[in-house]
């Protein structure tokens, strides 16, 4: 089945810890994103990229860093720079970057502080 | 830039009845999108339902339902004959170009369905 897999599940850093988040997807998806959620609250963008070795900043993207060597993978690193990282992360694929094309999105990994 | 707002934090409905989650939306685009997102505990993001702007008719989904009135910007989800496996966070979003085509996301509506 195609989908898109996110690991790990939950994840602990250290202070002044580099992580990084996993994200790949095998729906032949053009575009993919990296959401952050803090509690009770929505959705807002990290990062995006519409192709290979391309990508841009998204509302919130101090802080974080991003890859796109494959079309598969987009892996998302919490920096040490990042000072409030815990949260619940969620990785979204799209067809291609357009208006009528929906985000479908893995199941997510909770990043706490140790 | 565009904001999308839900004015109900939480909700509840009694299992086989109705219930309806409101969403308004600020935008001088002319043509977007606008979609429900379901996030069950398991915390996975479920796309419910979708509508294109320019098309009137509201869209359906089996037992999930659109009011689009894009006049007063607003984008209402109907459930009907709600289930236990409905219980979850609804989120309305906002697709359109002057944000790149990114999705824009409201706070959220905490749905509780009650046997």
């Known amino acids: 089945d195609g989908g898109i897999t996110q690991s790990p599940k939950y994840l602990f850093r250290k202070e002044g810890q580099n992580v990084t988040l996993s994200c790949e997807q095998n729906?032949?998806?053009?575009?993919m994103y990296w959401y952050r959620q803090d509690p009770g609250q929505g959705l807002r963008l990290i990062y995006y990229?519409?192709?290979?070795?391309?990508?841009q900043k998204g509302d919130i993207a101090e802080g974080y860093s991003v890859s796109r060597e494959k079309k598969e993978s987009f892996p998302l690193t919490v920096t040490s720079a990042q000072k409030n990282p815990t949260a619940f992360y969620l990785c979204?694929?799209?067809?291609?970057?357009?208006?009528?094309?929906?985000?479908?999105f893995g199941d997510g990994t909770r990043l706490s502080i140790l | 830039a565009q904001t999308v707002t839900q004015s109900q934090p939480e909700m509840s409905v009694q299992e086989a009845e109705t219930v309806t989650l409101s969403c308004t939306y600020d935008t001088s685009e002319n043509n977007y999108y606008l979609f429900w997102y379901k996030q069950p505990p398991s915390r996975q993001m479920i796309l419910v339902i979708r509508?294109?702007?320019?098309?009137?008719q509201n869209a359906t989904e089996n037992r999930f339902s659109v009011n689009f009135q894009k006049a007063a910007k607003s984008f209402s989800l109907k459930i009907s004959d709600s289930q236990l496996g409905d219980t979850a966070m609804y989120f309305c979003?906002?697709?359109?170009?002057?944000?790149?085509?990114?999705?824009?996301f409201g706070g959220g509506t905490r749905l509780m369905v009650k046997p």
């Open positions: 729906l032949n998806h053009d575009a």
């Open positions: 979204a694929s799209s067809i291609a970057q357009s208006r009528d094309q929906p985000q479908h």
């Open positions: 979003a906002f697709k359109g170009v002057s944000a790149g085509n990114m999705l824009t």
């Open positions: 509508q294109e702007a320019y098309k009137q």
């Open positions: 990229s519409q192709i290979v070795n391309d990508f």
